[in-house]
């Protein structure tokens, strides 16, 4: 059995996607609304967008996917674009909300 993955190996994972309207992570923008590993090493996120007519929202999932697959130890990657509830900049990491000017 390989090690357990754990979910700050992901997280730190998810914190080099960047939005690409928004020059910060998906992150500490809080479209990641869950991460899940399973004892099998598959792991399933949760996310959103800003926006439901986001254009890159087919890359975007698919570059999370992407680079989760990549972790070593890590046997699958499920990337499951939800709307509810709905992005808000309430989500945003402290330190999204003063590089962005909402602090």
């Known amino acids: 059995m390989s ?4 979910e700050n190996e992901v997280n730190d994972v998810l ?26 090493n598959n792991v399933k996120v949760l996310m959103t967008l800003t926006s ?6 087919g890359s975007l ?6 680079k989760i697959k990549n972790i070593p130890g890590v046997n699958s990657a499920d990337v499951e674009l939800v709307w509810d509830p709905p992005w808000s900049p309430d ?13």
């Open 15 to 40: 914190k080099t996607v960047y939005d690409p309207e928004i020059p910060v992570d998906i992150f500490n923008l809080g479209l990641i609304y869950d991460v899940s590993i399973d004892d099998f």
């Open 91 to 103: 989500l945003m990491s402290d330190a999204a909300k003063l590089q962005l000017g909402y602090m």
């Open 52 to 57: 439901p007519g986001c254009p890159v929202a």
């Open 3 to 6: 090690i357990k993955i754990q």
């Open 61 to 66: 999932v698919e570059e999370v996917k992407n």
